[in-house]
């Protein structure tokens, strides 16, 4: 059976409720639905965000309030939800949902941004590398592993508008692109970059600078991401960027897999 998902950086769900988000997504029913950067806790949200019709939603929201979360709106009830990877300094920030079903797990991540200094750089090349430990513990039990969300970091220099600009800018740092070359590139690496993997065209991006007006210009980055293990690549049936989906600096971004 041919299920879609769709992953976005709503940028605060609370502002993006206003801006017309549930109408939005009783139209496209995705069979799962991930969220990152909700900025709220359970007891800020309102009753039509907990009790969408036709799904169950799971939450994990920062210890600091009004900052990261995530979370999944889903059709079919888990086998099993994990709240994080169980290292305690990371998932105090409400950044991982993890869903197990029969067939596969589904994760759910917002990857740290590198910016405000050194130590917060070595904090997101930390949690690549835990997300990467993780994942490959889930490949190996044989089911099919999907891993979606904002990884902060544009991969290739088709990934975003002016590469040569950003080379010492975080998210496009080579420190930083080498742990997407971990996930992506050579014979131990575990995951496909789903778009790439189906879509070579560039002009491609999901996240615009509010300042700049840059989604006018289509001055963007690629820095959301579905991933699949390699082994399930191909039930793969479709990629999408859903640029005309407004409300967030980022857009949504969809795949269709056989499971």
Wanted: overall charge positive; proline content about 3%; charged content about 30%.
């Amino acid at each position: 059976m041919t299920q879609k998902f769709i992953s976005w950086n709503v940028n605060g769900i609370r502002a993006i409720e206003k801006k017309g988000f549930l109408d939005w997504f009783q139209k496209t029913q995705p069979e799962i639905l991930a969220l990152q950067e909700t900025k709220a806790h359970k007891e800020q949200l309102s009753k039509k965000l907990l009790n969408v019709a036709g799904y169950i939603s799971y939450w994990n929201s920062a210890e600091k309030k009004g900052y990261s979360g995530v979370a999944v709106f889903v059709k079919q009830k888990p086998l099993n939800v994990f709240y994080g990877f169980g290292e305690k300094a990371k998932d105090k920030e409400g950044r991982t949902l993890v869903l197990e079903y029969e067939d596969f797990y589904f994760i759910n991540i917002y990857f740290p941004n590198g910016g405000m200094g050194p130590e917060r750089l070595k904090f997101k090349l930390n949690f690549y590398k835990e997300f990467l430990e993780y994942s490959k513990k889930l490949i190996q039990t044989g089911k099919m592993v999907i891993v979606c969300g904002d990884v902060n970091t544009a991969h290739k220099e088709i990934d975003l508008a002016r590469p040569k600009q950003n080379e010492t800018n975080t998210g496009f740092l080579p420190e930083e692109r080498a742990w997407l070359d971990k996930f992506f590139e050579g014979k131990t690496a575990p995951f496909v970059d789903t778009f790439r993997h189906l879509n070579k065209e560039p002009e491609n991006y999901t996240w615009w600078d509010y300042k700049t007006r840059a989604r006018e210009r289509n001055v963007g980055w690629r820095i959301d991401y579905f991933m699949i293990d390699k082994k399930s690549a191909s039930k793969l049936e479709a990629v999408g960027i859903l640029k005309t989906v407004m409300g967030s600096d980022h857009c949504p971004i969809q795949i269709e897999v056989e499971v």
